[in-house]
């Protein structure tokens, strides 16, 4: 896990630094110093996981399953996965390389990192955080609902002020991995289904974004919104699809984006580790969120 984990960094890398506008090599350079540097923690949580309670060293995640951990200890790693998998996911604050990565990026690159490096923060979460350490998520769900609600708004928000089209796609990818991550906090059957179709629906809709932005852009060398009035009369096939798929976005009624959500929410209702008031708080956080998502995404 941890040696394919790294292996995906060399392709992005190229990738970013050999095609892209003027700034690949830094936002290249940013990816990658995030990513390895983040590394580091996954390195020391798989260690210790493979070392501890055995005499002999033990890798094999079914084993690992079945492995209880003093509970300092279990903090201790989760805190270390936890920081891994956030930087990719991103979560917030360790998600400001990528609306510098998918700015310079080409669109290619963009739909691969929305479509699949993003969601393999939320794989390692899912498969290690909450399936290895049972005890430590427990405890963390509740600051990780909190804080996706708080990445819901606080993404949303930013995405407003963006003026390059890519950039408000890439913070729109971070508005809607909230919801994932509340999801996953949740600790409900309910809430992980509703996390895992967001991870399937949002990769679709984020790499397909990418790819019309970017067949825009070949077509008449343009990304700044300010500059794209009009835009339906030179591309209008273009013009309906990205329409249609930023309904899909917004979470429009009977689309994906809609139903994941909508499971999300039910996933908050019924999760047994949160108070009624922490309940009531994210929800209510959350729906703004939803509120903001149209704007950023018809304006």
């Known amino acids: 896990f941890f040696i394919m984990w790294e292996v995906e960094l060399i392709p992005v890398y190229l990738l970013l630094s050999m095609w892209g506008g003027k700034k690949r090599l830094y936002s290249a350079t940013k990816f990658i110093l995030y990513t390895a540097g ?3 923690f996954l390195l020391m949580g798989v260690l210790g996981i ?3 309670g055995s005499n002999e060293p033990a890798l094999n995640l079914e084993t690992s399953a079945n492995q209880s951990y003093p509970l300092a200890l279990e903090i201790i790693f989760y805190i270390g996965f936890l920081i891994a998998f956030a930087v990719k996911s991103p979560i917030i604050p360790l998600h400001t390389w990528l609306p510098d990565t998918h700015g310079e990026a080409h669109s290619s690159t963009c739909m691969l990192l929305a479509g699949i490096l993003l969601k393999m923060g939320a794989y390692g ?12 998520h427990s405890i963390f769900s509740p600051g990780l609902m909190i804080l996706g609600a708080i990445q819901i708004i606080y993404a949303a928000s930013t995405s407003l002020g963006q003026r390059n089209l890519k950039k408000r796609i ?10 994932i991550i509340i999801g996953i906090g949740s600790i409900s059957d309910t809430g992980l289904n509703g996390a895992i179709l967001q ?4 990769g679709f809709i984020g790499a397909a974004l990418f790819f019309l932005a970017g067949t825009g ?3 008449i060398r343009l990304l700044y919104l300010d500059e794209m009035g009009g835009m339906a009369i030179p591309l209008p096939k273009i013009f309906t699809v990205f329409s249609i798929l930023s309904m899909a976005s917004l979470a429009l009624p009977g689309m994906s984006g809609f139903v994941a959500e909508l ?3 039910f996933g908050i209702i019924t999760s047994q580790k949160s108070l009624l008031m922490t309940k009531i708080l994210i929800t209510f956080i959350t729906a703004i969120g939803m509120i903001l998502t149209p704007i950023y995404s018809l304006s």
Request: glycine residues 6%; without cysteine.
């Open 217 to 219: 852009y070949d077509r």
């Open 170 to 179: 890439a913070y729109s990818s971070v508005s809607h991995m909230g919801f």
């Open 50 to 52: 493979g070392l501890y």
């Open 125 to 136: 979460l899912v498969r290690i955080n909450m399936e290895l350490l049972p005890h430590a």
């Open 38 to 40: 983040s590394s580091v």
């Open 199 to 202: 991870i399937i629906s949002h």
């Open 263 to 265: 499971i999300v929410f």
